[in-house]
């Protein structure tokens, strides 16, 4: 049995409680995250979007335990993550891929650190390939791949790892938008397979909606969650769905929520340069 052929009610919720960030500098304190909360369910894709510099990517490093929290703490199943997981990998906008391995060491590299033998891990970056749509192109280097190929790449080198959860940072920020399109879509079918839970830090509205059963809307600084916008359109998203007065309905509810939001850390970020 394959760990996409177990119940998603193993892998346990992720529960984001009480976090809050500040840094120290010159002895000035600044709070970058206040009090955020928000669940994680199993199974479930959650986008995070809000103003620039709100703390996305800062949330997203302490839920991945990259990052410690002033005060808080981030769950799974209970226990605290206090620490990097290797049931967490990362997706980064930036291509990761490392030019000099093939597609198919790419995908293992993270089995091959943490000692998994060779053949396992090939037979399992091999399946993994076949997810993500990458059969075929084990022996090619990244080179020879499309930037939207390299991130299925960083993709699959994420799940092979079996993941409690996905993370990804604006991972198709590099790709041109019909691109990103057609990557979001192939990441829905991935998804709908696996059923990883997936927690996505993105601008784009239109992407968070397409994507997710939920949203959570980031204040601007010092930033909480906002507010949880549940999104109940049908799957797959199909055009029709994307094209549908529902669609637009779930945009311009996020947009009313974060334009003020946007505004206003504008205005700042324009008192604080003059």
Known sequence: MTAWDRDPAARGDVVV?????????????????????????????VSIIGPSGCGKSTLLD?????????????????????????DFPMVFQDDSTLHWRTVLDNVALGLE????????????ARDILGVVGLRGFEHHRPRQL???MR??????????????????????????????TLVG??????WEETRTSVLFVTHDIREAVTL????????????????????????????????SAQFEGYVGVLWDLIQAEVASAMREQERAAS
């Open 151 to 180: 991130q299925r790449v960083a993709i699959a080198r994420a799940l092979v790892m079996e993941p409690a959860m996905l993370l990804m940072d604006e991972p198709f920020g590099a790709l041109d938008q019909q691109t990103r």
């Open 62 to 86: 302490i839920v991945a335990g990259l990052t410690r929290p002033t005060s808080g703490q981030v769950r799974i199943g209970g226990e605290s993550v206090t620490s990097p997981r290797r």
């Open 113 to 124: 650190i943490a000692g998994v033998p060779k053949a396992e891990r090939r037979a399992r």
């Open 212 to 243: 997710s059963d939920e949203v959570w809307v980031m204040s601007r600084r010092p930033s909480t969650i906002l507010d949880v916008v549940h999104v109940d359109l049908p799957r797959p998203r199909d055009t029709d769905v994307l094209r």
């Open 17 to 45: 409680d009480e976090v809050r960030m500040t840094y120290v500098s010159e002895g000035r304190t600044t709070v970058a995250i206040e009090n955020a909360s928000g669940t994680v369910r199993k199974g479930r894709f």
């Open 146 to 148: 499309s930037g939207g």
């Open 185 to 190: 879509i192939e990441l829905l079918r991935i």
